[in-house]
């Protein structure tokens, strides 16, 4: 996202002309391919849409609504999407294989996290993105981001992936309900527990010894 920086236009309220010109797909892709690589991503098991991230929370405490307070220094796992599967489940039009597919990758992430000793459990898991209507559907808490430079061009960026992953190509930018600009989402490992615990599509836990 470095390399585009000089790049970002000013914020606009439609966000359909403000996203990466297609010239700069070989260089985003790029990015993406060195990012995922570089904060060791895994997917949460074979097959799956979404992928695990563990670090440390660097902000100021967020409080949730369950009562979760997530402190500096805490232990947290960063979901991504993994883009690539997403756009094969979705390559007919239909969502419903994506959101299954979500599901269940939920499902194997809280049976994993239930197996973890406390000191190396997360105590809460999050996202950032464009996605707040499907992460508040599974569960997740959504919050705003603050309007800086920086979510701007992360803002920028994300319309980049959509574009670039999804089978309407810049149509993608045109659909859907308000502007696209990103939401955190949060979702405590309790609440975690609580929805997609019970579940029993849940066949492995996150490789790659997350």
């Given at each position: 996202m470095w390399v585009v920086g000089p790049l970002l236009l000013a914020a606009s309220?439609?966000?359909?002309?403000?996203?990466?010109?297609?010239?700069?797909d070989p260089i985003l892709a790029l990015i993406e391919r060195i990012d995922r690589r570089r904060r060791?991503?895994?997917?949460?098991?074979?097959?799956?849409?979404?992928?695990?991230?563990l670090g440390r929370h660097r902000g100021r405490p967020v409080t949730l609504r369950d009562g979760t307070v997530i402190r500096r220094g805490e232990v947290v796992g960063l979901i991504h999407f993994h883009n690539a599967r997403l756009r094969?489940?979705?390559?007919?039009?239909?969502?419903?294989?994506?959101?299954?597919?979500?599901?269940?990758?939920?499902?194997?992430?809280?049976?994993?996290?239930?197996?973890?000793?406390?000191?190396?459990?997360?105590?809460?898991?999050?996202?950032?993105g464009l996605h707040a209507a499907v992460a508040a559907r599974a569960g997740f808490e959504v919050l705003p981001?603050?309007?800086?430079?920086y979510t701007r061009l992360q803002d920028w960026y994300f319309r980049g992936l959509l574009v670039r992953w999804s089978r309407l190509g810049?149509?993608?930018?045109?659909?859907?309900?308000?502007?696209?600009?990103?939401?955190?989402?949060?979702?405590?490992?309790a609440r975690l527990l609580e929805l997609h615990g019970a579940r029993r599509d849940a066949r492995a836990a996150p490789a790659g010894g997350a």
């Open positions: 309220r439609r966000a359909v002309a403000f996203a990466p010109p297609r010239f700069l060791r991503i895994h997917p949460i098991r074979p097959g799956a849409v979404l992928g695990l991230e094969a489940l979705t390559s007919s039009g239909s969502l419903v294989g994506a959101w299954e597919q979500g599901r269940g990758d939920l499902a194997a992430l809280a049976r994993w996290a239930a197996g973890q000793p406390p000191t190396r459990r997360p105590v809460a898991f999050f996202g950032e981001r603050p309007v800086t430079a810049r149509g993608r930018l045109a659909r859907g309900r308000g502007d696209l600009h990103s939401s955190a989402y949060w979702l405590s490992t």
